[in-house]
């Protein structure tokens, strides 16, 4: 049966085997089938970053303590990691992806999303698509990768470990939930140890057992969480592949219960989102130059408008007067109203190291202490306790 | 109109000389423009002298060189750049020039160019150095001040001040004065002022650039004077003409710090070192220097995710409290290289204020801190 139109395979997960072990014994044949392992120096207290698939036989995985893998395997040949070389070859795979589409959402050096839907008429469809990939980054780069190729993101992830290395795994709509069901509980998303066990002493090992339960019973366990677990054990993800520049941002949305039309009030929510946002980028010590705003309306249609400040912030205030600048001259609330409304800073660099300006600009070291009070005062009574005054009016 | 006038120029020219004129003209021409005539250079071959011609509207320069045997008279406009790129390429003593068939005919050696002439009577008419209310000053103070101002100033700034030299010239001081934002630079000089002249403008930094670079040793003098609209610079072989910036220049003497009380007298030579060690480890996230001053030490230190880090120490002579303070090495290292001081003294009071660089009475250097946490 031909995949309908709604579910169409169009997402790939291609994730690096062993990758920087996998680097290192192509620029050193000498390694090949050997234990290797690149990470921090077994005297000390370093960590291993990689392991190739022969040091894998020894228990050792990525994580561990270096002093505990060498423990597991003494013989193996400990390589410090050259995370720039590694940067510069992700930028050759990506090269290849690019080759198929624009849409790669890299989740770090080693694994990425595409999303190549709408190229099936020109390149050939998904399936083909990710074995030429898979076969370019071998014959081109010397590499071996795993890829997934399934009708969403989980999906596609969860294809992609399914059978390393070297794997090669579709997920069809109409094998989902068959393929799903004798896999453990673990293999959803943000299903850690704590989940595990509570799903455990329900009796619930696998995804298949996790679907006797409803929607209802899911959010009594888990929260708001429990709804997307819920998707998940059926296979369903609606989350969209985001390219990378759009990717390395921090952003706060929240969805009303009803359609909102009132600026005044949408603006009062804004300054609620950019203060969590701020309070978030601060907390990660980023600075950031462009602020997003996005509005959802009534009918699910979503628009974003963004703009560049002059130099990076991490202040709620100036990140606020430009949110505020674009709902009130780039956004044209409908009639009907707003749905959702968020507010994101990205362009993050994570050095401050702002230039003074000679002549003015912002009171810089104000904002600062007041923006370290307000986030003093939030983490002691929570984020209602503080709010800053008449703002939604300047 | 559109008939090409008719010339039958012909001359000779040293072909080093001929560079030389050309490389300062060119320097202003745009490589693209709108109106394609202002590609171009003019030249008119008069009696034992080439005239060379050019103008972006802005600046305009025109630059006279002897050496040159004319045999007949006229003018010509042909692409700069082309004719740039002809002379540098070439390698004899003597180049030979000549008008036929509409044709610029550049001979040398072996080797012959036809270039395309464009229409003389389409080139911009230059402005004219008035006769009266021309003043003079030295040449080498003046070139000495344009040099340690004009790299200050902005390039394509939205405030348009700011991509100008201020001019200010009364009584007998005179003081150029250009910045960015991040760093001003103010050079001063006492200069005779016999005609009570009193003039307060921003003038192109690439006029004032260019000026600096066309006078030669045999310049005592540099003329000047002002219009409404323009500055007009005359040496004894060129005349640049600037049309002048509108706008408020900022109060430069209000940013000047009043209360850097810790002076360090440097090597210019020793400091620039360290700088450019420590400017090796930053990058456009991470542009910041780091200066640590501590009882007879001064460590610099740089740092950026991407690149590495580095340490840099030097003696000096220090006996106050701890402190530190960061800057962008950039701005230190290009007054610094151009300054031609031995030794230079280095103003600071804490990590928020500007640090000064000073020379005497004679230059004021002054350059925001970057704000580390």
Same mark, same amino acid.
């Given at each position: 049966m031909p995949p309908t139109d709604s579910h169409p395979l169009s997402i790939l997960h291609i994730d690096m085997d062993a990758y920087y072990a996998s680097i290192e014994e192509r620029e050193d044949p000498s390694l090949r089938g050997r234990p290797v392992i690149v990470g921090g120096s077994a005297e000390g207290r370093g960590v291993v970053s990689a392991a190739s698939y022969a040091a894998r036989k020894y228990g050792v995985h990525s994580a561990m303590p270096a002093g505990q893998a060498k423990r597991l395997c003494p013989h193996a040949i400990f390589i410090r990691p050259r995370?720039?070389?590694? #940067?510069?070859?992700?930028?050759?795979?990506?090269?290849?992806?690019? /080759?198929?589409? =624009?849409?790669?959402?890299?989740?770090?050096?080693?694994?990425?999303?595409? /999303?190549? *839907?709408? $190229?099936?008429?020109?390149?050939?469809?998904?399936?083909?698509?990710?074995?030429?990939?898979? $076969?370019?980054?071998? /014959?081109?780069?010397?590499? =071996? *990768?795993?890829?997934?190729?399934? =009708?969403?993101?989980?999906?596609?992830?969860? #294809? *992609?470990?399914?059978?390393?290395?070297?794997?090669?795994?579709?997920? =069809?709509?109409?094998?989902?939930?068959?393929?799903?069901?004798?896999?453990? #509980?673990?293999?959803?998303?943000?299903?850690?140890?704590? #989940?595990?066990?509570?799903?455990? /002493?329900?009796?619930?090992?696998?995804?298949?057992?996790?679907?006797e339960l409803t929607k209802e019973q899911l959010v009594s366990m888990f929260g708001v969480w429990g709804e997307t677990l819920y998707h998940l054990s059926r296979g369903e993800d609606d989350r969209e592949v985001v390219p990378e520049h759009e990717a390395k941002s921090i952003s706060h949305e929240t969805t009303f219960h009803e359609d909102v039309t009132d600026k005044e009030r949408l603006a009062d929510v804004l300054l609620g989102l950019t203060e969590d946002t701020a309070a978030r980028v601060r907390r990660r010590g980023f600075w950031g130059r462009t602020v997003t705003l996005k509005v959802r309306y009534h009918d699910f249609r979503r628009i974003t408008r963004s703009v560049t400040l002059d130099r990076p912030t991490q202040h709620t205030l100036e990140i606020y007067h430009a949110a505020k600048m674009l709902l009130e001259e780039k956004v044209k609330i409908p009639q009907k109203g707003v749905r959702l409304i968020g507010v994101g800073l990205s362009n993050l660099t994570t050095g401050p190291d702002v230039q003074g300006d000679l002549f003015g600009g912002m009171d810089d070291e104000r904002e600062s202490k007041i923006d370290a009070v307000v986030d003093e005062i939030r983490k002691e009574f929570g984020r209602d306790s503080i709010s800053r005054g008449g703002l939604s009016d300047s | 109109m559109a008939t090409k006038t008719v010339t039958t120029a012909k001359w000779r020219a040293d072909r080093r000389e001929l560079l030389e004129a050309l490389s300062h003209v060119a320097s202003i021409v745009p490589a693209k423009s709108p109106k394609p005539i202002l590609q171009n250079v003019m030249l008119t071959a008069m009696e034992n002298q080439l005239q060379l011609a050019a103008t972006d509207l802005d600046v305009s320069i025109s630059y006279n060189m002897d050496r040159v045997e004319v045999h007949r008279p006229g003018t010509v406009v042909v692409y700069a750049h082309k004719l740039l790129n002809i002379i540098q390429e070439l390698t004899a003593q003597h180049v030979d020039f000549e008008v036929v068939e509409?044709?610029?005919? +550049?001979?040398?050696?072996?080797? @012959?160019?036809?270039?395309?002439?464009?229409?003389?009577?389409?080139?911009?008419?230059?402005?004219?150095?008035?006769?009266?209310?021309?003043?003079?000053?030295?040449?080498?103070?003046?070139?000495?001040?344009?040099?340690?101002?004009?790299?200050?100033?902005?390039?394509?700034?939205?405030?348009?001040?700011?991509?100008?030299?201020?001019?200010?010239?009364?009584?007998?001081?005179?003081?150029?004065?250009? @910045?960015?934002?991040?760093?001003?630079?103010?050079?001063?000089?006492?200069?005779?002022?016999?005609?009570?002249?009193? +003039?307060?403008?921003? +003038?192109?930094?690439?006029?004032?650039?260019?000026?600096?670079? +066309?006078?030669?040793?045999?310049?005592?003098?540099?003329?000047?004077?002002?219009t409404d609209n323009q500055i007009l610079a005359r040496t004894k072989r060129a005349k640049v003409s600037c049309r002048l910036i509108e706008g408020q220049f900022p109060s430069y003497e209000e940013v000047v710090p009043k209360d850097c009380d810790k002076a360090f007298t440097f090597s210019t030579d020793e400091l620039l070192s360290k700088l450019r060690q420590s400017h090796i480890m930053t990058d456009q996230e991470s542009r910041a220097v780091r200066f640590t001053f501590e009882p007879n030490l001064l460590r610099f230190s740089s740092q950026a995710v991407n690149v590495g880090e580095s340490k840099i120490e030097m003696v000096i002579d220090y006996g106050g409290e701890e402190f530190e303070v960061a800057f962008n090495p950039e701005y230190l290292i290009e007054p610094l290289k151009i300054l031609g001081e031995e030794t230079i003294v280095l103003k600071l009071k804490d990590q928020d204020t500007p640090g000064i660089l000073e020379v005497g009475d004679a230059y004021v250097y002054i350059v925001m801190p970057i704000k580390t946490m």
């Open positions: 995370i720039r070389f590694y #940067a510069s070859v992700s930028e050759q795979i990506q090269n290849i992806f690019r /080759d198929y589409t =624009p849409l790669i959402q890299p989740l770090s050096l080693d694994e990425a999303f595409l /999303d190549v *839907s709408g $190229c099936e008429r020109l390149l050939g469809d998904a399936v083909k698509i990710g074995r030429e990939i898979q $076969c370019r980054v071998k /014959d081109e780069l010397e590499l =071996p *990768s795993s890829v997934g190729v399934a =009708p969403n993101k989980f999906l596609a992830k969860l #294809a *992609s470990d399914l059978e390393k290395p070297n794997g090669f795994v579709v997920i =069809p709509e109409e094998k989902k939930l068959e393929i799903l069901a004798p896999l453990p #509980a673990s293999r959803l998303w943000g299903v850690g140890k704590v #989940a595990q066990k509570r799903l455990q /002493d329900a009796g619930l090992k696998t995804i298949g057992q996790m679907r | 509409s044709m610029l005919r +550049v001979d040398a050696d072996k080797s @012959t160019f036809r270039v395309v002439m464009d229409d003389t009577s389409e080139f911009p008419t230059l402005p004219e150095f008035p006769a009266k209310d021309e003043f003079q000053v030295p040449k080498d103070v003046f070139a000495t001040m344009i040099k340690r101002t004009e790299f200050a100033a902005a390039r394509e700034q939205a405030r348009y001040s700011f991509n100008g030299i201020l001019f200010h010239f009364a009584k007998s001081k005179l003081d150029l004065v250009a @910045t960015d934002g991040k760093r001003l630079a103010w050079a001063r000089a006492k200069v005779s002022n016999r005609k009570k002249i009193d +003039v307060n403008v921003i +003038v192109p930094a690439k006029g004032f650039s260019l000026l600096s670079k +066309v006078v030669r040793d045999d310049d005592e003098k540099i003329g000047l004077s002002v």
